[in-house]
């Protein structure tokens, strides 16, 4: 089972600041098979980036994602209010498919 | 818009069967795969399996032996049946739509697009 490991795990940033998330994966990952996902507090995740760097339908263009390999990236280039929340990648496999732990982008 | 509405059992004791039923709003069962996912606080989010509507099925490993997914295209729904449960199963589970093509130049993608609310399910004597 691939894992994916995120840092760091807590974001402390103010609005308009730039955002870098990162997930490592134990092994090499396709890069059409990976995915970042939002959750806000109370809500079911949602789609922000497929296949490392396409933004899903109604994201803004201040996110951005990018990689490959075991390395990939999550860029929030300004961050406004609603930004603030819980990220997680997410990686599919032949037969499964694994989540990181997340990153959780708070208020400074 | 695709939406799915799942509902099901929310406490179970210990050995019992949870069991969850997700409805498709809005689109056809076939051509996707048909997944749940769960989320505890100690274990984050955690795939349980996926089935597409020609009975495809991809179990978690750690679950093989007490899950059951299953789709039926008559009702446009997918359920879940997981047995013995313990405290280890208690997490909100999400029934979710997973997309799966072919890029048309070497590329298929994976992805999931469409979430349910969710349900918790808490199992505790």
Redesign the interface.
């Known amino acids: 089972e691939i894992v994916l490991m995120q840092s760091p795990g807590t974001l402390s940033l103010s609005p308009g600041e730039r955002a870098t998330l990162s997930c490592r994966a134990s092994q090499s990952v396709s890069r059409s098979k990976f995915a970042w996902y939002q959750q806000r507090p109370g809500q079911a995740p949602r789609l922000l980036i497929y296949g490392t760097s396409n933004r899903a339908p109604g994201i803004p263009d201040r996110f951005s994602g990018s990689g490959s390999g075991t390395d990939f990236t999550l860029t929030i280039t300004r961050l406004e209010s609603e930004d603030f929340a819980v990220y997680y990648c997410q990686q599919f496999g032949s037969y499964s498919q694994t989540f990181g732990q997340g990153t959780q982008v708070e208020v400074k | 818009q695709v939406q799915l509405q799942q509902w099901g059992a929310g406490l179970l004791k210990p050995s019992e069967t949870l069991s969850l039923t997700c409805a498709v709003h809005g689109g056809s069962l076939i051509n996707h795969f048909w997944t749940w996912i769960r989320q505890s606080p100690g274990k984050?989010?955690?795939?349980v399996g996926e089935s597409d509507h020609r009975g495809g099925i991809?179990y978690?490993?750690s679950l093989v032996g007490r899950v059951t997914i299953s789709v039926d295209t008559s009702t446009n729904q997918f359920s879940l049946t997981l047995t013995s449960v313990t405290a280890a199963d208690t997490a909100v589970y999400?029934c979710v739509r997973r997309?799966g093509y072919d890029?048309g130049w070497g590329?298929?993608?994976?992805?999931?697009?469409v979430?349910?609310?969710?349900t918790t399910v808490t199992v505790s004597s």
């Open positions: 984050g989010l955690e795939w991809n978690n490993s999400y997309r890029d590329s298929y993608y994976k992805y999931i697009d979430w349910g609310k969710g």
